[in-house]
């Protein structure tokens, strides 16, 4: 039997120490008592696919953009996750972000047609692809859609510091007082005036007890443009928005609706899904999220208020309507009742890198669905247990 040794010099690491999760809704640390801002409140979070940035949305309308220590210099060194395994070494640290930049990425808003408000919370980040070194964003609140580009930029800047109790010898500050001085300028030694220029140099101007130091220094900034905005495509309140696989297009849904985008043109898109009935009084659910296959540019999924996921294939016909499968739960598939109604609901899903597997979040519990296996979840991880009970006492507990 062949027994294989691992080499003297590779030696297990200590795993890191785990994370202290908690939950918390605004930046910084806030006191018991302290006041929160509803303007502060996070209301959209999304990890760049490099795993390098994070944009956090507020209900203020700002985007924040966060990156890790090392981003710029691990850009495009990315590894499957086989090849992870099969490395010895393990990372003794947990990511740490830090702030990068951050815009004003919506303002409140009026239409004047429907007299209504428009909120300038952003409902939905996500990340476009990268074609250049530049960082291409899409966020959204209720009505509006814009990309913007995150672009670093070197700027020089003048800095002033005070340096208390310093001296400079005066041979020292001679030779800087001569380096800024031609030869005509230099006061000649014949009848003494040299010694007397020297011994003014050094006590007027040396020996204070402090100096003021301006020097200019280089600095990585970012700043953010806004490149497009996408408006007037819909008449209900925008859910969530997709960038496609072709890194061309995207999605945005809202309750009844899902249009396709070309990212390079503002002021048109394709209505391709259309829920709304003839007669509103008919209506029996609505969308409550989209989302584009990671590898296939033809395919997409959305989830309903009723529990079912739905995979069309734009290849079929110019409105899908028919989806290409459904997956549904069998456990809500008999009797409803308000309760299930509640419970049921998906408020979000999200494909797995390889499109195999959605993941979906209800009410009650997330589900990972294979999406060849449409009867039933292949695991179902139970979140909210303790409320159950709750909310078949009361539904109106759940809102």
């Not at 964003?137 to 990309?147: C, G, P, Q, R």
């Not at 609505?286 to 009723?306: K, M």
Request: charged share 25%.
């Amino acid at each position: 039997m062949n027994f294989s040794t691992r080499h003297p010099s590779t030696r297990a690491s200590p795993s890191p120490p785990p994370l202290e999760w908690k939950f918390s809704q605004v930046f910084g640390e806030k006191a018991p008592d302290e006041d929160i801002q509803d303007v502060d409140i996070i209301s959209a979070v999304e990890f760049e696919k490099s795993g390098d940035y994070v944009a956090v949305g507020d209900r203020g309308g700002r985007v924040i953009i966060f990156e890790t220590k090392h981003g710029k210099d691990t850009a495009g060194q990315h590894y499957s996750r086989n090849h992870l395994e099969q490395l010895e070494f393990v990372s003794l640290s947990h990511p740490k972000y830090q702030y990068k930049t951050e815009f004003q990425s919506h303002e409140p808003e009026f239409d004047y047609l429907k007299s209504v408000e428009i909120e300038e919370k952003i409902n939905k980040v996500k990340w476009c692809t990268r074609p250049n070194g530049s960082l291409f964003i899409l966020s959204t609140n209720d009505k509006t859609i814009k990309l913007w580009k995150i672009k670093d930029q070197n700027v020089k800047k003048a800095k002033e510091m005070d340096l208390p109790h310093q001296f400079v010898s005066s041979e020292n500050a001679l030779l800087a007082e001569r380096s800024f001085m031609s030869e005509q300028d230099i006061p000649s030694s014949v009848n003494g005036n040299y010694q007397e220029w020297k011994e003014n140099v050094v006590n007027n101007t040396f020996l204070s007890q402090e100096m003021h130091s301006k020097f200019a220094y280089n600095e990585d900034t970012a700043y953010a443009r806004c490149r497009r905005g996408y408006a007037h495509a819909h008449d209900f309140n925008i859910k969530s928005i997709s960038n496609n696989s072709d890194g061309e297009t995207f999605i945005s849904a809202d309750d009844l609706r899902i249009n396709l985008w070309n990212l390079e043109i503002s002021n048109q898109s394709f209505n391709i899904i259309d829920m709304k009935p003839s007669n509103m009084e008919d209506l029996t659910e609505v969308i409550t999220s989209a989302e584009f296959h990671p590898i296939h540019c033809n395919l997409l999924a959305y989830s309903s208020s009723r529990g079912f996921i739905r995979i069309v294939d734009m290849r079929q016909s110019a409105l899908c309507d028919y989806s290409a499968r459904m997956l549904q739960d069998v456990e809500f598939q008999g009797s409803r009742s308000f309760f299930t109604e509640i419970v049921a609901s998906i408020s979000d899903i999200k494909f797995s890198h390889d499109g195999r597997h959605i993941l979906s979040r209800d009410y009650m519990n997330l589900k990972l669905w294979d999406v060849h296996m449409d009867s039933s979840p292949v695991a179902t991880f139970k979140i909210h247990e303790h409320l159950r009970p709750k909310v078949s006492e009361d539904p109106s507990y759940a809102y």
